[in-house]
Nanobody
Framework: QVQLAESGGGLVQAGGSLRLSCAASGRTFSTYTMAWLRQAPGKERELVAAISSGGVTYYADSVKGRFTISRDNAKNTVYLQMNIPKPDDTAVYYC??????????????WGQGTQVTVSS
């Protein structure tokens, strides 16, 4: 059974830093695109960042320059380094994985979500 275990969420002050981790199990995802999405109350789900099997990255304009996505294929894990978070970054963050293009947003697997709250 494929499982995505997320960790690192919580409360952080604006201007601080936070790192989310998502460790996948059940199969190897070295050839998959891995990504982080988020959803805030009253807002639509948003693709925050993604990284392809070849290391090509995508960032939403709202987080570019502040967040960094990376992956460790040996650990089957994807990370999201959140620097200088803002209150608008407050949301439930989900790890997601797809065998296809990150731009198609056809996610094959999802994590359970982890709450990130940024205080002023």
């Amino acid at each position: 059974q494929v499982q995505l275990a997320e960790s690192g969420g919580g409360l952080v002050q604006a201007g601080g830093s936070l790192r989310l981790s998502c460790a996948a199990s059940g199969r190897t995802f070295s050839t998959y695109t891995m990504a982080w999405l988020r959803q805030a109350p009253g807002k639509e789900r948003e693709l925050v960042a993604a990284i392809s099997s070849g290391g090509v990255t995508y960032y939403a304009d709202s987080v570019k320059g502040r967040f960094t996505i990376s992956r460790d294929n040996a650990k089957n894990t994807v990370y999201l380094q959140m620097n200088i978070p803002k209150p608008d970054d407050t949301a439930v963050y989900y790890c997601a994985i797809t065998r296809g293009s990150m731009y198609s947003e056809n996610w094959d697997y999802w994590g359970q979500g982890t709450q990130v709250t940024v205080s002023s």
